[in-house]
């Protein structure tokens, strides 16, 4: 049963900052893995897709990696934004499913 | 980008009522939906898979006589909560699957609070 996790469940920083967020998943055979942003009663936007041939994926200040070998992801946000402060989730497809399995998330604060 | 609109967005019943939540892609044709359930802090998990003119498939430990999907058009998906109890109260959230692109787009959720 494919398990996926994040770390740190809340991070806090200060605007200018570069920072990474981290996703781990117990089964490394994946179809793809997605980074979502979701504000506070909200439903959730898709910020990057990686498909599993894919090493990395970048949108602007986010830059998402894959190794799915080892199981794990990063998302990179660079210069962070108040605006940035939300609840990043990650989310893996399993090869032959539709399912996303997704972690519990990591709350960021970016203070001014 | 392709929207999927949730209605209602907030609703609050009483226990023992009925509640029914819709889900729409509105502008493309979705031949899967998933249903999802938020918990406060917790992550989102999957509920059932809503496929376009046939039964929905449900996840394990999720009851299908209480909470009803019928996917009766490419663009819509309902939720019915029968006989609400305070712990149903929760986040639902639904997805829609594009049919040609494959890509999965969420809806904006619906907070259901059962007294």
């Known amino acids: 049963k494919q398990e996926v996790t994040q770390i740190p469940a809340a991070l806090s920083v200060p605007e200018g900052e570069n920072l990474v967020l981290n996703c781990s998943f117990t089964?490394?055979?994946?179809?793809?893995l997605q980074w979502f942003r979701q504000d506070p009663g909200k439903g959730l936007t898709s910020l990057l897709l990686?498909?599993?041939?894919?090493r990395e994926q970048t949108s602007g200040r986010l830059n998402a990696s894959l190794d799915k070998s080892s199981g794990r992801s990063t998302l990179y946000i660079a210069a962070s934004q108040p605006g940035d402060s939300a609840t990043y989730l990650c989310?893996?497809?399993?090869?032959?499913?539709?399912?996303?399995?997704f972690g519990k998330g990591t709350k960021l604060t970016v203070n001014p | 980008g392709a929207v999927v609109s949730q209605h209602p967005s907030r609703v609050i019943c009483k226990s023992g009522t009925s509640v029914k939540i819709e889900c729409r892609s509105l502008?493309?044709?979705?031949?899967?939906m998933f249903w999802y359930r938020q918990f406060p802090k917790q992550s989102l998990m999957l509920m059932a898979t809503?496929?376009?003119?046939?039964?929905?498939?449900?996840e394990q430990g999720v009851e299908k006589d209480k909470f009803l999907i019928n996917h009766a058009s490419l663009t819509l998906s309902t939720l019915t909560v029968t006989s609400a109890h305070p712990e149903d109260s929760s986040f639902y959230i639904c997805?829609?699957?594009?049919?040609?692109?494959?890509?999965?787009?969420f809806g904006p959720g619906t907070r259901l609070t059962v007294t």
């Open positions: 997805s829609a699957r594009d049919r040609n692109s494959y890509e999965q787009y």
């Open positions: 089964d490394s055979a994946i179809y793809n």
């Open positions: 990686i498909q599993s041939s894919q």
């Open positions: 989310a893996v497809r399993g090869g032959g499913s539709e399912k996303l399995v």
């Open positions: 502008d493309f044709q979705a031949t899967t």
């Open positions: 809503s496929n376009e003119g046939s039964k929905a498939t449900y």
